[in-house]
C-alpha cells in the first residue's frame, strides 16, 4: 500500500517548500509531477488548434483534447464521451446550466431548491435566474451539526421545483451529503438534479450512472489538474434538450448571415479555442489518481482527519464548525478572542497554510452569527506531521490572544 508520505513525493512544490505544512486543499490542490510532465510535453510537442487542422500536428492535439474527454467519462463512469463538456471549472458548469437548462423553461412561481451550505457558485446563478424569472430561492435549512434535515428536504419537493441542484461536500462544514438518496427522492417527483462535487472528485469515487443525477460538475484544480478547466456532465438526452450558452467558433455546423445551425454535443458548448493544455492535464490528473489504491488512501485520509479532530478538540477555546456523523477532511473552526484573519497570518509565520474568510459560504456562515471560521482542509499529501505543525501554530495563536 502506497503511504501519504510516499504520495507526496510525486509532488514537486513540496520539494520547493519541505517546511510547508499546506492545508488549503479545498481551495486548490497542488499537481502532481505527471500532471506538469503532461502539459509541459503538449506545448513542447503537440502544441496546436484542434478539431479543424488536417495536419499531422493538429490530428495529435485533437486526439490528446479527446482522449482526455474520454478520461473524464471513465473516471466519473458516464454512458458516453459525448455527455462531458469541457468548462472553465464547476462555476461556469453551473452558469451553463441555468442559463442553457433551465432558463427556457423556468417560469414565475417555480422553485429552484438547494441547500443551505451551498458555494457562491451553486447559489448565485440560480439566484440571478429567479430574479429575472420572478421564479422563488428555496433553501434546505441544516441541523446543528450541520446537516441536511430530511424531513424538510422532502418536504420542500413539490411540483412548483424545477431544478434540484446541491454539494456533495460541503466546502465549509467538511459535511458529505447523501447524494443518492436526495437524487433518488427528486427524480421519483420527476425533479432534475445538479450535483456539484467539485470538493469530492479528489478522493471519493463518483459513478453518474449509480447516482442518477442529471449533472454534475468538478474543477480540475481540485482534482490534482490545472486551473481554468473543469467539466459538466450531462445525461445526453439533457444536453440535446439544450441551446448554446454562448456562441462563435467551434460549436457550428453551418453558418450564415441570417442563420446559424449548431454542432452536436458536447462541441454544441464548447465555443471558441477550448483550454487543450488544461483538458490535457486534468487527463493526467484523473490517470494519477486512478493509480493509486484510492480505498487504502481514503483510509489512511480518514485515519488523518480523525487525528486532526482529535488534536483540534483538545485546545481549549477552540470549536469545530460542522459536526456532522459523515464528514470529510475539511475542518472549520474558530478560536475565542482571535480572529480567523488573525489566525491564518499567525499560522502563515509557522508555515502551515489554511483558509480564513467564509469561504464563499456567506449565507450560511451569518446564519451561524459567524464572521468567517479559519479553515484546514486534507488532501492526499498530508501526513501526521503536518497537523503536528498546525497544532503548534494554533498554539501560539491561544499564547498571543488566550
Given at each position: 500500500?502506497?503511504?501519504?508520505?510516499?504520495?507526496?513525493?510525486?509532488?514537486?512544490?513540496?520539494?520547493?517548500?519541505?517546511?510547508?505544512?499546506?492545508?488549503?486543499?479545498?481551495?486548490?490542490?497542488?499537481?502532481?509531477?505527471?500532471?506538469?510532465?503532461?502539459i509541459h510535453h503538449y506545448y513542447l510537442n503537440e502544441n496546436a488548434n484542434i478539431h479543424r487542422g488536417i495536419y499531422d500536428l493538429s490530428m495529435q492535439a485533437t486526439q490528446a483534447y479527446e482522449s482526455a474527454r474520454k478520461k473524464v467519462a471513465d473516471f466519473i463512469n458516464a454512458a458516453e464521451s459525448r455527455e462531458i463538456v469541457f468548462t472553465k471549472g464547476s462555476t461556469d458548469g453551473i452558469n451553463l446550466v441555468a442559463n442553457s437548462y433551465l432558463?427556457?423553461?423556468?417560469?414565475?412561481?417555480?422553485?429552484?431548491?438547494?441547500?443551505?451550505?451551498?458555494?457562491?457558485?451553486?447559489?448565485?446563478?440560480?439566484?440571478?435566474?429567479?430574479?429575472?424569472?420572478?421564479?422563488?430561492?428555496?433553501?434546505?435549512?441544516?441541523?446543528?451539526?450541520?446537516?441536511?434535515?430530511?424531513?424538510?428536504?422532502?418536504?420542500?419537493?413539490?411540483?412548483?421545483?424545477?431544478?434540484?441542484?446541491?454539494?456533495?461536500?460541503?466546502?465549509?462544514?467538511?459535511?458529505?451529503?447523501?447524494?443518492?438518496?436526495?437524487?433518488?427522492?427528486?427524480?421519483?417527483?420527476?425533479?432534475?438534479?445538479?450535483?456539484?462535487?467539485?470538493?469530492?472528485?479528489?478522493?471519493?469515487?463518483?459513478?453518474?450512472?449509480?447516482?442518477?443525477?442529471?449533472?454534475?460538475?468538478?474543477?480540475?484544480?481540485?482534482?490534482?489538474?490545472?486551473?481554468?478547466?473543469?467539466?459538466?456532465?450531462?445525461?445526453?438526452?439533457?444536453?440535446?434538450?439544450?441551446?448554446?450558452?454562448?456562441?462563435?467558433?467551434?460549436?457550428?455546423?453551418?453558418?450564415?448571415?441570417?442563420?446559424?445551425?449548431?454542432?452536436?454535443?458536447?462541441?454544441?458548448?464548447?465555443?471558441?479555442?477550448?483550454?487543450?493544455?488544461?483538458?490535457?492535464?486534468?487527463?493526467?490528473?484523473?490517470?494519477?489518481?486512478?493509480?493509486?489504491?484510492?480505498?487504502?488512501?481514503?483510509?489512511?485520509?480518514?485515519?488523518?482527519?480523525?487525528?486532526?479532530?482529535?488534536?483540534?478538540?483538545?485546545?481549549?477555546?477552540?470549536?469545530?464548525?460542522?459536526?456532522?456523523?459523515?464528514?470529510?477532511?475539511?475542518?472549520?473552526?474558530?478560536?475565542?478572542?482571535?480572529?480567523?484573519?488573525?489566525?491564518?497570518?499567525?499560522?502563515?509565520?509557522?508555515?502551515?497554510?489554511?483558509?480564513?474568510?467564509?469561504?464563499?459560504?456567506?449565507?450560511?456562515?451569518?446564519?451561524?452569527?459567524?464572521?468567517?471560521?479559519?479553515?484546514?482542509?486534507?488532501?492526499?499529501?498530508?501526513?501526521?506531521?503536518?497537523?503536528?505543525?498546525?497544532?503548534?501554530?494554533?498554539?501560539?495563536?491561544?499564547?498571543?490572544?488566550?
Amino acid at each position: 500500500m502506497q503511504s501519504l508520505t510516499d504520495i507526496r513525493k510525486d509532488f514537486p512544490l513540496f520539494e520547493q517548500h519541505p517546511e510547508l505544512a499546506y492545508l488549503d486543499s479545498a481551495a486548490t490542490s497542488q499537481k502532481p509531477k505527471a500532471v506538469l510532465e503532461a502539459i509541459h510535453h503538449y506545448y513542447l510537442n503537440e502544441n496546436a488548434n484542434i478539431h479543424r487542422g488536417i495536419y499531422d500536428l493538429s490530428m495529435q492535439a485533437t486526439q490528446a483534447y479527446e482522449s482526455a474527454r474520454k478520461k473524464v467519462a471513465d473516471f466519473i463512469n458516464a454512458a458516453e464521451s459525448r455527455e462531458i463538456v469541457f468548462t472553465k471549472g464547476s462555476t461556469d458548469g453551473i452558469n451553463l446550466v441555468a442559463n442553457s437548462y433551465l432558463a427556457p423553461q423556468l417560469e414565475a412561481g417555480d422553485v429552484v431548491l438547494i441547500s443551505a451550505m451551498e458555494h457562491h457558485a451553486n447559489l448565485v446563478p440560480w439566484q440571478q435566474l429567479c430574479h429575472a424569472k420572478g421564479a422563488h430561492l428555496e433553501v434546505i435549512p441544516l441541523n446543528e451539526r450541520g446537516e441536511i434535515v430530511w424531513r424538510d428536504f422532502v418536504e420542500r419537493l413539490s411540483p412548483k421545483v424545477k431544478m434540484l441542484a446541491f454539494v456533495h461536500v460541503s466546502n465549509s462544514l467538511g459535511t458529505i451529503n447523501p447524494a443518492q438518496e436526495m437524487i433518488e427522492e427528486a427524480s421519483k417527483r420527476g425533479i432534475p438534479t445538479l450535483l456539484d462535487a467539485a470538493q469530492s472528485v479528489a478522493h471519493y469515487p463518483l459513478d453518474v450512472q449509480a447516482l442518477g443525477c442529471d449533472f454534475l460538475v468538478f474543477s480540475g484544480h481540485k482534482v490534482f489538474g490545472p486551473t481554468g478547466i473543469g467539466i459538466l456532465f450531462g445525461r445526453a438526452e439533457r444536453l440535446e434538450e439544450m441551446k448554446p450558452y454562448q456562441s462563435g467558433g467551434g460549436m457550428i455546423r453551418r453558418v450564415q448571415y441570417q442563420e446559424t445551425s449548431f454542432a452536436p454535443i458536447p462541441q454544441r458548448f464548447e465555443a471558441g479555442t477550448p483550454h487543450v493544455a488544461g483538458a490535457i492535464g486534468l487527463g493526467a490528473a484523473l490517470d494519477y489518481v486512478q493509480s493509486l489504491d484510492r480505498v487504502a488512501v481514503l483510509k489512511q485520509l480518514d485515519a488523518l482527519k480523525d487525528y486532526a479532530t482529535e488534536v483540534l478538540n483538545g485546545i481549549d477555546g477552540l470549536q469545530i464548525i460542522g459536526q456532522a456523523k459523515a464528514k470529510s477532511g475539511i475542518l472549520s473552526f474558530v478560536m475565542e478572542l482571535a480572529h480567523p484573519h488573525d489566525i491564518a497570518t499567525i499560522l502563515n509565520e509557522a508555515k502551515v497554510a489554511v483558509r480564513a474568510g467564509h469561504h464563499c459560504t456567506q449565507p450560511l456562515l451569518e446564519g451561524l452569527g459567524l464572521p468567517g471560521t479559519a479553515r484546514a482542509s486534507l488532501s492526499i499529501y498530508n501526513q501526521h506531521s503536518d497537523i503536528d505543525q498546525l497544532k503548534e501554530g494554533l498554539q501560539t495563536v491561544k499564547q498571543i490572544f488566550g
